[in-house]
């Protein structure tokens, strides 16, 4: 079974590292951060809830980043010392350390601000666009699942959409490809309540750590140990020459990242919000 390496043990870390264990697919979570105190504490807790929640993940703890060595995945998450997300040039010099560690390691970023560290990975440090992207649309995507399961009295384990585009400003749902039960939202729901929906999704962004930590999780467990399941993550698109447009799309996912870019059905209206979007 695969380990993963979890870049940074910040609350976010801490909540990719808990969803991973508990879903109890890899072999090991191994948490590294420079301060190694507060990731081997972190692991120790994750470790200690096992026997309660019945898993049987390794979680271990280190405070080199040579440490990332051999994973099957690495997640970029936050640093301990501030919860803040590894972005900016800081980032970049880490993804310039993890590439010479390991060349063709699938990268996963778990925050929400590092759309542009996608882009600048992509463009000034030749990362192959299948390799590294980011999960935090998925978690976005539960979010406004569970608004249409209130507006509906319904469960939000019944809805299916799916969500494109650059939030929160520039998100754009499919609604006439969403459904609850096997049938259409777009008849299910008025379209004054669709409109109201939509216009909630900005202050649905950012989603909280444990949100954003779920969502991690389950798209590293479909790259590591393999999933037929379709998530919306962060993404570099081609946009031209020394550009890339990094923008929430539906993918399929294998042990080498990203096998497919999936185009979502859209309304002429829906696609004109999307191509705007990606133009950004």
Same mark, same amino acid.
């Given at each position: ?5 979890? &870049? ?6 801490? *909540? ?5 264990? *508990?879903?109890? @697919? ?5 948490? &590294?951060?420079?301060?190694?105190? &507060? ?19 390794? =979680? ?13 995945? =690495? ?48 463009i000034e440090l030749q990362v192959p666009p299948? @390799? ?16 249409v399961a209130v507006a509906m009295d319904g469960?939000? *384990? ?69 999933s037929r399941r379709r998530f919306t993550c ?33 309304? @002429? ?12």
């Open positions: 079974m695969p380990f993963v390496a979890i &870049i940074g043990s910040g609350e976010l870390g801490g *909540a990719v590292a808990h969803a991973l264990a *508990a879903g109890d @697919r890899v072999r090991e979570v191994r948490l &590294i951060d420079s301060e190694g105190s &507060i990731a081997r504490g972190k692991a120790l807790d994750i470790t200690q809830s096992a026997a309660i929640a019945s898993f049987a993940t390794r =979680v271990t703890a280190a405070d080199a980043i040579e440490a990332a060595a051999g994973a099957s995945v =690495v997640v970029l998450a936050d640093t301990a010392a501030s919860n803040a997300e590894h972005a900016g040039e800081p980032g970049l010099a880490l993804l310039r350390r993890l590439i010479a560690i390991g060349d063709s390691t699938p990268i996963v970023c778990a925050g929400t601000g590092q759309r542009e560290l996608i882009a600048r990975a992509v299948s @390799r590294i992207i980011g999960s935090a649309p998925t978690a976005l995507e539960s979010a406004l699942r569970a608004l469960s939000g *384990a019944e809805i299916s959409l799916r969500l494109v585009g650059v939030p929160p400003r520039s998100a754009v749902v499919a609604w006439e490809e969403s459904a609850v039960a096997g049938q259409p939202l777009s008849r299910e729901l008025p379209a004054h309540v669709i409109a109201g929906l939509n216009a909630r999704i900005p202050v649905l962004w950012p989603p909280g750590p444990y949100a954003l930590g779920a969502a991690c999780a389950r798209t590293v467990d479909a790259i590591a140990a393999g962060f993404v570099a698109m081609d946009a031209g020459p020394l550009r890339a447009a990094v923008t929430a799309m539906p993918v399929e996912l294998n042990r080498e990242g990203v096998r497919r870019i999936l185009q979502p059905a859209l309304t @002429r209206q829906e696609r004109t919000l999307l191509e705007n979007a990606i133009e950004e």
